[in-house]
């Protein structure tokens, strides 16, 4: 029988007792991709969400959501998240013009990275996200990945 059910250890439920809205406790990165060739960029995130919904459950972590216990009385579990939608978790993020380009500075896309991180993860969906950051030049997309250290 699977079990659907499992309780956080210690160190990890520490990092959701300790996080803060100015310490967030989350780990996150950043990659820049040139898109295909003759694909826009709203045409690379439907593709990329249908690719992760279609192997979601390949990794069952991905789609479990944190439950606190009863009074507190001991740490969080992990439960499936029965709402789990890849709309939460797979998202457009657009910078202003002018963008980036490959060979100028990333001082706007710096900025509204450092802008993401600083916002808590939300609680009530599984603790990850991706976030596909357009407006950049030279046909190019960032990743900007998030996830909880618990």
Known sequence: MEHDVKKLGAMDANFLYSETPSSPNHVASLQVFELPEHQSASQFIVGLKEFM??????????????????????????IS?????????IVEVSLSAPGL???????????KVAE?????MDR?????KLMVITGLEDNN??????????
């Open 53 to 78: 919904a279609a192997r979601i459950d390949l990794v069952p972590y991905l789609t479990r959501k944190l439950q606190m216990t009863p009074g507190g009385f001991d740490h969080p579990i992990w």
């Open 81 to 89: 998240d029965g709402d789990f939608s890849i709309e939460n978790h």
């Open 101 to 111: 380009s490959a060979t100028g500075n990333m001082e706007q896309l710096e900025a």
């Open 116 to 120: 993401l991180h600083a916002e808590l």
């Open 124 to 128: 009530d969906i599984p603790l990850w």
């Open 141 to 150: 997309v960032a990743f900007y990945n998030q996830v909880h250290h618990a």
